[in-house]
């Protein structure tokens, strides 16, 4: 069956403007762009997860190590982060290392 090209526009149209519609409503990402990397979608409670457990590890390194003191302050920051903005893309901006599933 030979659809007419006004046909096969409406449908494009059709298809371009729920696309439009469906990225407006949900504020959650279809995509990471990454080859193999998933959206995940409790990215941030993961975040906090990790960061927390890695502070807890962080402590059983010597006081006063340098790799300690660097890692601690980068994972307190983040840590912050993570619970001051709810918004992924307000995440990334902050921490400035890309999307929130590569921090992961």
């Avoid at 982060?81 to 929130?100: A, L, M, P, R, S």
Wanted: hydrophobic fraction near 35%.
């Amino acid at each position: 069956v030979m659809l007419s090209s006004r046909v096969l526009r409406m449908a494009h149209a059709s298809r371009s403007l729920r696309f439009a519609v469906e990225s407006v409503q949900s504020p959650m990402k279809r995509t990471t762009g990454l080859v193999g990397l998933e959206v995940r979608p409790n990215a941030r409670e993961e975040l906090i997860a990790l960061y927390e457990k890695s502070l807890v590890e962080l402590e059983e390194l010597p006081k006063g190590n340098a790799y300690r003191d660097a890692a601690t302050s980068i994972t307190k920051h983040r840590l912050e982060t993570c619970k001051k903005f709810t918004n992924h893309e307000e995440i990334e901006q902050e921490i400035d290392c890309g999307q929130v599933e590569e921090l992961i």
